[in-house]
């Protein structure tokens, strides 16, 4: 598939910001976030590793964003759609971009500039700079009224497609762990394997990839590999966030090490069940909270979920970005909303099996992204 | 080599802090990011890719660190030597860890807490969030007086181990770059295979990858790969920050693709002698900016730098961290910092060619962690 987005999507989004922007009062959005920058400009580079630089787009009340970079990323910012580029020799600590972002604020707003401070955000940039920002600017800094959140959360059907071509990837790296994957290999071999296995299949980077291999379920979903070998009677289950062209997909898989026991092979179609179920209520007009009750009711029997604190979430250019599947959280599901369905099951004092798939919210029934794992676990 | 670090690293990381914070006044500190929380903790996951759940630690002016953290965390974080784990199930849109935070903070210290606000930092938690909890904190909340930065550019042996390890991890990869790598191969597809490298040689993961093929010279170094067949003339450039046991290395190799010309060949050559000259100064006592210049000569005739910025950096738990190699930063070298050298040299009008290796400072002369590149390039 083709990498970037025609220029018409990104101003399908600008003008989508712009009429929130000025619903909400908003003279300019201050965007500082890889993300938050790469939606408006197709600015895509792994260089945000690095957090030596501050990064800075402007969304102004009309007109094209303005970027206030450091000058090592402009030959690759002026190949987008973005003109208007100014930049410094970053990093430099005596004034790392705070006078030319301050200044290019002002000649472009003295009204109030919007900034995420909400849920799920952060700035980036050092907290000394944004008082010294602040203390320049014309306008007052406040929240951007939720607007990129907003604006993030429904998908076009270019970046549904990239999310979908991201699963795939990782449908085929994950039929391929039969040949990785077997009694006695080290779980931290299987891990190097797998990530070998989503390039081989297309991945352009692996972000992410968590999961565990322990006897009877496993007791955590975030550590790193150890070297324990993977043995009879283990689940092994790999979680992986791979990316396409800035796409991410977040779907696992679970594999039974040998034979499954009966109640392992029973939780993990339960949790196939609560997909079944969840998928049956993911309608536009059905809240987050909804889903997770739909999920709780079949994975606890309704007690309010567990630690682990959701039971899915929001997906597209952050492995998770946007609702979390919770009893707290009230969003309205729309057309165009990328989720994960992840339900958890208890098997016993401290273990757990988690499985996960991806849909896309349309008008009528969900579209899954990622192919649909069967009740059944693959045996190992 | 064995992961993780025995108790006593972290104790004197610890102790090392409590004594600055002693000499600051600071009653405690408050650490948002991963490797901030990963450096008195141990702490290690790939979790962190997600950006949904703030994690906080914080150092108190006595007595062990304590973790306010989401509870999927909590059965990993109990497996350091941390003891005082508070959770709260995140995320939660009502009270994200605000209040638990806040109470934590106030039953830990009535005095100033400082949290890292300066060069190269950023606060990993929403913006309105942090308001609440500076609102209800009984000491004023400040800059952490720098004792973040001043503690994590030195490291202890057992870093400077690890750093070394990653290292000889890219130099094995790096040796098998003729196996991937010829005229006709697409960019990306090297670059895909050149990760895959990494992982067969050991790497955990390869959170970065950066490089360019492009005839005598490449015009920009943070560019993701393009599919563009390698031609003969081009110059490969890979540079990578690949990750074991959560340490970074940070060099890169160029190759020539077919036979290099004079003027190529030179440049190359004159980036090896730049960091001869620049290995030839970097002793305890020197600072950043005059390695900055001892570069700068070689490779701009002392015309005060490029719009790359800088010509190295820290480097450890972050791909960048700690100092920049340019004419503004003073900071003094220390045995035990570990840094880039990066001279870039002009090789056309918007062409570069950019060279870097991995040092550590000692008593005496630096100790290459990359093991260092011939003048000649090699040829595929």
Known sequence: MSRGFEQREFETRLNAAQTLMQEAGLGALLLTTEPDVRYFTGY?????????????????????????????????????????????????????????????????????????MGYESHLRMPLGDWKRVQAGLHGDACEDAGIMARLRGVKSSAEIAKIENACGIAARAFARVPEIAAEGVPLSQVFRDFQRLCLEEGADWVPYLAGASEQGGYGDVISPASDRPLSAGDVLMLDTGLVHDGYFCDYDRNFAVGPPTEHIAAAHARLIYAIDEAADVARAGTTAAQLFHAMDRIVTGGQGGSDAGRLGHGLGMQLTEGLSITPQDHTVLEPGMVITLEPGIETGPGKMLVHEENIVITDGAPRFLSPRAPATMVQL
């Open 44 to 116: 895509l580079t792994r260089f945000w590793e690095s957090p030596s630089r501050p990064w800075f787009l402007i969304v102004p009340a009309s007109g094209k964003p303005v970027a206030v970079i450091p000058s090592i990323g402009a030959a690759l910012m002026s190949q987008t759609w973005i003109e208007d580029i100014r930049t410094w020799r970053a990093p430099d600590p005596l004034d790392d971009g705070v006078s030319l972002l301050t200044n290019t604020l002002n000649a472009l707003t003295r009204g109030a500039v919007g900034t995420p």
